[in-house]
């Protein structure tokens, strides 16, 4: 683990000395592209751009940084997760084990779950057959309903199983807590990449563009941890006929949401501020 820290410390001096040299030498790449502009927009024919500005290198090496400080701290990251959910749900004795992943150890939460009996699933059945009926007959807009079906319909799903086949059920909150702690982990490696390259075409300054991929990051890795609490809670105290809906409709699906949202605020920000500017935006065919 310390040589895979040196090496990403290495880079990190490398960027930063290439940044020295990129502001001391004001090395510039042309970035805006020949394009036929025109003065009369017919909507259905147009789109709009963003001109770049010519420190796009600059910018792409700042917005790797953030991808360096998850490398250096997600193994710690993933032990502060799981002592949290020691913490929150008063567990005693937890056991915390050790996995590899990647070239780092992460950590995992050694604990008990809770098997649903018979009738448990039984219920659960009943009440999961029940609101599909009720949600296709209801006047909620489809979108809605079409996700509440889609919630409700793994829930079912897992009922079944638990009624005819609980023993052959591989999974525990061990397992549960690899899983969703290597997806959160790989996550957080891929946001900095998705936010380089949503980013570095925008026109705005270094910092700002730093700044929302940290503060996405940053946001990742709180609304992860609780996350996390909230489903090791569920699992243990309710049941793992949960376990596939806590994955599938509540796990990584709902990542691109917070993602998406924060990079649309930024780029509303940038359209309202140039919003008269001919050199940032152009409609072209």
């Known amino acids: 683990m310390n040589i895979f820290i040196l090496v990403i410390c290495g880079f990190v001096w490398i960027k930063i000395v290439l940044l020295i040299n990129l502001q001391y030498f004001q090395v510039k790449i042309p970035a805006i592209l020949k394009l036929n502009t025109k003065h009369v927009i017919y909507p259905h024919r ?16 700042i917005l790797l940084f953030p991808l360096d400080l998850v490398l250096i701290s997600f193994s710690s990251l993933t032990h502060y997760m799981n002592i949290l959910v020691s913490f929150v749900l008063n567990i005693k ?36 057959l029940a609101a599909i009926i ?11 309903v079409s996700y509440l079906v889609y919630v409700i319909l793994i ?8 009624i005819f086949i609980p023993y052959a059920f591989p999974y525990n909150i061990t397992t549960f807590s690899e899983l969703y702690i290597k997806l959160q982990v790989s996550w957080w490696m891929i946001i900095p990449l998705v936010m380089l390259i949503s ?28 996350r996390y ?25 709902v ?23 001919i050199s940032e935006w152009r409609w072209v065919y």
């Open 46 to 61: 147009s789109y709009r751009i963003t001109s770049t500005n010519g420190d796009i290198l600059k910018h792409a090496i």
């Open 93 to 128: 004795n937890t056991k915390i084990i050790e996995a590899k992943y990647i070239f780092c150890n992460i950590y995992l939460l050694d604990l008990a779950g809770k098997y649903p009996d018979t009738m448990q699933a039984v219920y659960i059945f009943i009440a999961a």
């Open 134 to 144: 009720l949600l296709l007959f209801s006047k909620i807009a489809i979108p809605i």
């Open 155 to 162: 829930i079912l799903i897992s009922a079944v199983y638990f």
């Open 199 to 226: 980013l570095l075409p925008l026109p705005s300054s270094g910092r700002v563009k730093l700044f929302i991929s940290l503060e996405t990051l940053l946001y990742s890795i709180i609304f992860g941890m609780v």
């Open 229 to 253: 609490v909230v489903f090791i809670y569920i699992l243990k105290e309710y049941s793992y006929v949960f376990m596939a809906v806590l994955f599938f409709a509540f796990g990584p699906l």
């Open 255 to 277: 990542d691109f949401i917070y993602v998406i949202g924060i990079y649309s605020m930024h780029l509303s920000k940038i359209a309202q501020k140039n919003k008269t500017g």
